[in-house]
């Protein structure tokens, strides 16, 4: 007894030595690693890297920049399931402890010892885990383990657990560049968390492990086994009974890759908005939580961008067929390689397993459809899924092109047969002015294996198309605010990124007119009945060669008004009315409206368009017409803000100055919708843009835009313009509500074999009709100083009340032409041999 007494008494001891060995062990450590440790209570205010968003001005989505998709949410938001799910998967005793779990300690002490040095799994808590991902570094090492330990019982001290899940559900990647519960929601199922399933919800659970062995894209077979072993946990620890588990596990994988869920398609706006943060914000924009919010207008940019695609569709489909974009397409895999070993083509053939899984998926589903078409298709598939699509047209591959109809294979394994009526449009493409001999069947059209282009008609049939050769761009501006409402820089963004609405510098053409003859309005020396002479001219313009300008059409009106002039968009009359005004003193005024004094050439061709200028810089100018004479300018960033929407705070916004009618010539500011502006100045009387206006009018009504008065709107005025051999086609037109510019044109400037009458109005006219669609009708009030008066449509002189053949026209009040003479007068003139008064205002 005596003996067992001792022996119970010595081990009581070494028990307690062990203890206190322990104790102070951990004290030691404590001491020794508490210096160095970050400061726990950082993470109360900790800023979470979140991407660069941008959105239209009602809050549509447009891009999404950034390495980090993250949406961070609260813990209330998350939904109950997820978080037995992730207890169930990472910590089932998370609630309970204390920061640590002296289960898994032991476990990894184990692997401590058995791998000599390095910690191989864990024994981590959720509060170990967040303590490594927002304090640590995340080598696996003895010292950092102890580090973590350390934190994680500091931080449950300092936070409470929902705070630290909160933080944990926040901060873990989950594969494909999610990172977070909520953007892993997105990313994998296309939905918020609060509509997954609890299948869903299991998969996402078991992403934290392994982000990449258990990725359902990335290895279908691991994270089925992973998400169904997380539900068997969820059964063993009470979270859900066995029907639930029973349904879950039976639940296929429905994973798959989505992108940002863009609202609204303005990928241009979007690439100038990230440029306008990189430049403000650094690197910074990409990480910082930033969202900025355009002025573009949710319902118009969409109109913009399908009335230009259409219109180059159109364009294209005029000019003929060039061909399909790739010939001869391996059928199977097997001799795709083949091809690439013989060729030494660098061309990756075998994609992702998530894009081989798509293909045999969908070539399963067109099995009974596909039937009869020799050889594997799968390459085919794979070749679609690969393949983008530009716009409204999608790729497809021809497999029976026979007669007059041809079959093609779409994305996802759809058959569809193209009949002639979308076929006999392919004459080949010979140049911008001729096309080949139309064809007799499919099969001069393209062959069996070749790449084509297909788009949709609006009665759901299909038909051939192709790429659109000829690039163009649409720009939409308020002319009160300068704000820009829509914006697209070309046919497809993914196709080319090169923004032609503010990159490329092309000549204006005859677009420009307008502004050379209001320079002689508001300058009082002219008036739209001024007679200018339609006739030849020889000209010394800047070089030692002789310039001899022609009118397009070629022929000569002789004296004609100038209100002619521009509706006829005569190019001497134009020439003749900026050398009158005098070169340097009219681009002194063109530098109202936005033009760049340096990029204005310093000749007489400046009056037919032959400065190089940006669409955007047009569309600019035209909004000061549009507005009364107000001096605006392009603006599409309205505010940035950091945070989430309710807990958003304002970093810049935009302060632009804006037209205002009804000011007085001495107000400065202006108050629009509770929002306080500074008047923009005034860059030309009113009522000489007014009378411009009203000049611009007959160019529609009478003129080159004849075609615009298919929209049966009397308020929408506007110019056309072609350059020299149709390298460029322009409208620019507008009413008091929008302004609108359209260009189209060849990157490499050859020919489009068009005028802009023929090719942009018709894109402007899409997006306008619709855009105005329901809206009534507004011009302005006329100002004070315009008055009508009756002259002579020959002389542009005024008639007296007793003269009549007269027309009515516009003058402002202190500049009237004189009187016309009395047919007495003019017998007694020519008689005598007198020139007198002359029968005409002005000959030039």
């Keep these: 007894m005596k003996f067992l007494r001792t022996l119970v008494i010595s081990v009581l001891w070494l028990l307690v030595s062990l203890s206190a060995a322990g104790v102070l062990g951990v004290v030691g450590a404590a001491l020794y690693f508490a210096p160095g440790l970050p400061d726990v209570r950082q993470l109360q205010d900790f800023e979470l890297q979140t991407p660069l968003r941008i959105f239209t001005r009602d809050g549509k989505l447009i891009g999404e920049f950034g390495e980090e998709r993250r949406t961070p949410v609260e813990y209330a938001e998350i939904p109950e399931e997820l978080i037995d799910a992730l207890l169930a998967a990472e910590d089932a005793t998370y609630f309970d402890h204390a920061g640590v779990d002296p289960k898994g300690l032991l476990r990894a002490a184990v692997e401590l010892a058995a791998s000599g040095g390095d910690i191989q799994s864990g024994g981590s808590t959720i509060t170990m885990q967040v303590a490594r991902n927002y304090l640590l570094t995340l080598d696996q090492t003895f010292t950092r383990k102890i580090r973590e330990i350390l934190l994680a019982l500091q931080m449950e001290q300092i936070l409470s657990k929902q705070e630290i899940l909160e933080l944990y559900v926040n901060k873990i990647y989950l594969g494909n560049r999610a990172y977070g519960i909520a953007a892993a929601s997105v990313v994998y199922y296309d939905r918020p968390l609060g509509e997954l399933t609890l299948a869903e919800k299991a998969m996402i659970a078991g992403l934290p492990k392994a982000p990449s062995a258990f990725n359902p894209l990335a290895n279908a077979e691991r994270a089925l086994i992973r998400r169904n072993w997380i539900l068997f946990r969820m059964r063993e620890l009470g979270y859900i009974d066995e029907a639930a588990y029973e349904e879950a596990v039976q639940a296929p994988v ?16 979007a690439e100038m908005a990230r440029q306008f943060a990189i430049d403000r914000y650094g690197d910074r924009a990409y990480t910082g939580g930033y969202r900025i919010h355009t002025t573009l207008d949710s319902e118009l940019q969409p109109l913009a961008g399908r009335a230009l695609a259409g219109g180059l569709i159109e364009y294209d489909t005029r000019h003929g067929w060039r061909g399909p974009e790739q010939t001869d397409i391996p059928r199977s ?67 029976e092109s026979e007669g007059r109809e041809m079959r093609v294979l779409a994305r996802g394994g759809e058959l569809i047969t193209l009949p002639w009526s979308g076929l006999e449009w392919a004459d080949p493409y ?110 010394q313009d800047g070089s030692n060669e002789l310039w001899r300008p022609a009118n397009s059409s070629g022929d000569f009106l002789g004296p004609t008004r100038i209100r002619v002039g521009l509706a006829k968009s005569r190019n001497l009359i134009t020439i003749r009315v900026l050398q009158s005004l005098g070169l340097e003193r009219t681009i002194d005024f063109l ?37 009364g004479g107000f001096q605006v300018s392009p603006w599409f960033i309205d505010r940035v803000t950091r945070g989430d929407d309710e807990e958003s705070s304002v970093v810049d916004e935009a302060s632009p100055r804006v037209a205002c009618r009804a000011c007085s010539d001495d107000q400065m500011m202006v108050e629009i919708d509770g929002e306080t502006y500074e008047v923009a100045p005034r860059v030309a009387d009113p009522a000489a843009v007014y009378i411009l206006r009203d000049m611009l009018r007959d160019v529609v009504e009478h003129g080159t ?76 009030e006329r100002p004070a100083g315009v008055v009508s008066e009756q002259i002579d449509p020959d002389t542009g002189r005024r008639l007296r009340d007793d003269q009549g053949g007269g027309i009515e026209e516009l003058f402002m009040a202190d500049h009237l032409p004189g009187f016309q003479p009395r047919r007495v007068e003019q017998e007694v003139e020519r008689e005598s041999g007198s020139q007198g008064t002359g029968a005409y205002e002005a000959i030039f």
């Design 591 to 627: 530098e109202g409206f936005g033009f760049d004094p340096d990029q204005l050439p310093r000749g007489l061709s400046l009056a037919l368009g032959s400065a190089s200028l940006t669409p955007l810089e047009m569309t600019n100018a035209y909004a000061v017409l549009a507005n």
């Design 705 to 780: 835009a004849r075609r615009a008065l298919a929209l049966e709107r009397s308020d929408i005025v506007g110019k056309t313009g072609t350059t020299n051999d149709q390298r460029d086609a322009w409208f620019a037109g507008f009413n008091s509500d929008l302004v609108a510019t359209t260009w189209v044109g060849k990157d490499n400037n050859e020919s489009t074999a068009e005028y802009g009458s023929q090719v942009a109005l018709p894109i402007w006219m899409d997006f306008m009709g619709q855009a105005l669609d329901g809206q009534p009708e507004r011009w302005p």
């Design 430 to 539: 010979l140049s911008p002015y001729s096309r080949g001999t139309p064809p007799n069947s499919a099969d001069d059209i393209a062959q069996r294996a070749s790449l084509v282009r297909i788009l949709q008609n609006e009665d759901g049939s299909w038909r051939l198309s192709q790429r659109p050769e000829a690039e163009g761009s649409l720009v939409v501006m308020n002319p009160d605010t300068g704000a820009i409402l829509a914006l697209q820089g070309g046919f497809d963004f993914d196709a080319s990124k090169f923004n032609r609405a503010t990159q490329a510098r092309r000549q204006a053409g005859s677009i420009f007119k307008p502004f050379v003859y209001l320079a002689a309005l508001n300058s009082g020396e002219m008036n739209p009945a001024s007679v200018v002479n339609d006739a030849p001219v020889v000209l």
């Design 254 to 269: 429905t994973a798959r890759r989505h992108l940002a869920q863009v609202e609204v398609e303005a990928d241009y706006v």
């Design 333 to 399: 895999l097997a001799e795709a390689q083949e091809r690439t070993d013989r060729e030494g083509l660098e061309e990756e053939l075998a994609e992702s397993p998530e894009v081989m899984q798509t293909a045999r998926r969908a070539a399963e589903r067109s099995q009974t459809e596909i039937e009869g078409i020799e050889g594997d298709v799968s390459n085919w598939l794979q070749v679609l899924e690969r393949t983008p699509a530009f716009g409204p047209l999608k790729p497809a591959i021809v497999v």
